[in-house]
């Protein structure tokens, strides 16, 4: 099952890729793997997935000390400022970036294991549904703040689409988070150069690929649906 799925949203990535005239390698597959269990993610890995999403600190900590260390840990959930120490040398990018005291908290402990932490700012293009993330308006002054924060690199931006029957209907909002990253490299702020772009889902990621995405997000798609109510 799990083989069948991920070779499908494998080749549905080659195919947005071929429409928009880009590279395969310019895009990222985040496997998804939250409230999966264990098995299902050694399943993945023994397919040759290596990047692995997780939405919930104490989901990665367990899961990274049960599996393979040659595996990427990114954190794309909403992340509580106290929980920070617990993941920040397990992960190698934090999507989910939205606010100073996060940023000023994420730099304190990068400092603290000497390394420097990867970030992505998360955007909330569609001004809707999701409560977290900065305002379109509000993502330059919030760079402009952190550009100098010596343990943090702002790799690019985030964005979680709202869950639409077509996802024809997220594709203005991909491209404005693409604008955005354009917009914030003209500007030419020193330290900053935004050259990641996290967006799509299942239900959305060929929309978000031809219209710029470097990674994308699927759970679903590979793993099948979550339950939450074990
Ligand atoms: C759960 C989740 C995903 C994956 O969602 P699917 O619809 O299952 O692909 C992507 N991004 C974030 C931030 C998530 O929390």
Request: glycine share 4%; with cysteine.
């Amino acid at each position: 099952m799990l083989e069948t799925h991920l070779k499908e949203v494998e080749a549905k990535i080659q195919a947005a890729c071929d429409r928009a005239g880009r590279k395969w390698e310019e895009v990222t597959l985040i496997a998804v793997s939250k409230t999966k269990p264990i098995e299902m993610l050694q399943e993945a890995y023994d397919l040759g997935v290596r990047v692995f999403g997780e939405n919930k600190v104490q989901e990665i900590t367990a899961k990274y000390d049960a599996l393979p260390d040659d595996i990427h840990w990114h954190m794309i959930g909403h992340l509580q400022t106290n929980k920070v120490k617990y993941i920040i040398d397990k992960v190698d990018l934090i999507h989910s970036v939205d606010s100073v005291k996060l940023a000023e908290t994420i730099e304190k402990e990068a400092a603290k294991h000497n390394l420097t932490a990867n970030i992505l700012i998360e955007v909330n293009v569609a001004q809707e549904e999701s409560k977290f993330g900065l305002k379109t308006e509000e993502v330059l002054p919030f760079i402009e703040k952190i550009a100098n924060f010596e343990h943090i690199k702002v790799c690019g931006l985030m964005t979680i689409a709202p869950f639409v029957d077509n996802p024809e209907e997220n594709r203005q909002i991909f491209a404005n988070l693409h604008k955005l990253s354009v917009d914030i490299n003209e500007k030419n702020i020193d330290n900053v150069y935004v050259n990641i772009l996290s967006m799509g889902m299942t239900n959305d990621y060929e929309v978000a690929i031809e219209e710029g995405a470097t990674m994308v997000r699927v759970g679903t798609g590979i793993f099948g649906a979550r339950n939450y109510n074990i």
